[in-house]
């Protein structure tokens, strides 16, 4: 399975824009891109998802260039409800558990 | 509603004691997990099946059973052998071979050992 490397913390103010880069070079042909956000005492819930080019829900934007070897979450005009931790998974489309590794603690303040 | 129902929320285990945590999904999923959360640290896989009557172990199975005797259930059984088991729990579901790949959990069991 592709092993993924994104930022341990961010941090930002309210009504920016925030972007969490993760890097997954070793990435399959069949493997997909998801993004998941975790707040405490909570189990994590499904953000977004691609495999390839730029995917928008009303939630977020994930940018994934042509080599695929990383891809970029979006999260525009961020407010205090967005302080999470937010994990990058990469894996194909089975049922073979996904590593969630430590995943980016965004905190955002006022 | 369709979901994961974790039970209980919160369970104290008394030294030696063997517990069980209970997952039941009505998604009509077919692979289903159990994480491991520690403060300030990300999900570790402790079991996966993926099928009924099958199941794998994950990186910390050490301490830990499980069952899965119906599609829509995956009990974990933390045994006596788990030395540390004070954590958070967490179940998912997930439904390969369908354009959305997600993840469900559900809302977790805190488990503390007193």
């Known amino acids: 399975l592709a092993k993924t490397t994104q930022p341990i913390s961010m941090d930002s103010y309210e009504g920016q824009e925030v972007n969490i880069t993760c890097s997954h070079n070793?990435?399959?042909?069949?493997?997909?891109i998801t993004w998941y956000q975790q707040f405490p005492s909570q189990g994590p819930r499904f953000i977004i998802q691609?495999?390839?080019t730029k995917v928008t829900n009303e939630v977020a934007s994930l940018f994934i260039p042509a080599d695929r070897k990383s891809s970029t979450l979006s999260l525009p005009r961020v407010s205090l409800s967005d302080t999470a931790v937010y994990y990058c998974?990469?894996?194909?489309?089975?049922?073979?558990?996904?590593?969630f590794g430590k995943g980016t603690s965004l905190l955002v303040t006022p | 509603d369709g979901g994961i129902t974790q039970s209980p929320k919160y369970l104290f285990r008394k030294e030696g004691q063997n517990v069980t945590l209970s997952c039941e999904q009505n998604l009509n999923h077919d692979a289903m997990y159990w994480y491991r959360q520690d403060p300030g640290q990300g999900l570790r896989l402790i079991y996966y099946?993926?099928?009924?009557?099958?199941?794998q172990k994950g990186d910390i199975a050490e301490g830990y059973s499980v069952s899965r005797e119906k599609k829509e259930s995956f009990p974990l059984t933390v045994t006596s052998a788990q030395k540390n088991p004070t954590a958070f729990y967490l179940c998912?579901?997930?439904?390969?071979?369908?354009?959305?790949?997600?993840?469900?959990f559900g809302s977790g069991t805190r488990l503390t050992v007193v």
């Open positions: 691609g495999y390839k």
């Open positions: 070793n990435i399959a042909t069949n493997d997909y």
């Open positions: 998912a579901s997930r439904t390969p071979g369908q354009r959305y790949y997600g993840y469900t």
């Open positions: 099946s993926q099928i009924v009557n099958d199941f």
């Open positions: 998974l990469v894996g194909p489309n089975s049922g073979y558990a996904l590593n």
